[in-house]
């Protein structure tokens, strides 16, 4: 059994040590399932390396999120706009209150 303090559990979980802080603010008030640390010599805080592994691997995976540039986004949208014209469906510019066919 390994005892790993705060900042070997950012580094295993690769985030920061405020981070960790959070989870366990979390985790002692009930908001979280983070594994609370036990208290070595000086009341120095030391998480078991299995407690923490195990508890990041039981996380779902996060969704990729794509991180799109304002113009990378504008081609998309342009890319979009021009398969409905494809299909026969109108749509206004974005720019006009109102467009006339909907009036």
């Known amino acids: 059994m390994k005892l790993v303090n ?3 559990v950012a ?3 690769r985030s ?3 981070t960790i802080r959070r989870r366990l603010a979390a985790a002692r ?3 979280s399932s983070f594994p609370l640390p036990i208290f070595g010599n000086k ?3 030391l998480w078991r390396q299995d407690d923490i592994l195990t508890w990041n691997e039981s ?3 996060t969704p990729n999120v794509p991180n799109d540039t304002p113009a990378t986004r504008q081609r998309r949208i342009e890319i979009t706009r021009n398969q409905l014209r494809e299909l ?3 749509i206004g ?3 006009s209150e109102v467009d006339d066919a909907t009036r």
């Open 6 to 8: 705060i900042g070997e």
């Open 11 to 13: 580094d295993l979980m």
């Open 16 to 18: 920061s040590v405020s």
């Open 29 to 31: 008030s009930g908001e």
């Open 43 to 45: 009341k120095k805080a």
């Open 59 to 61: 996380l779902p995976d």
């Open 88 to 90: 026969g469906i109108k």
């Open 93 to 95: 510019d974005g720019n």
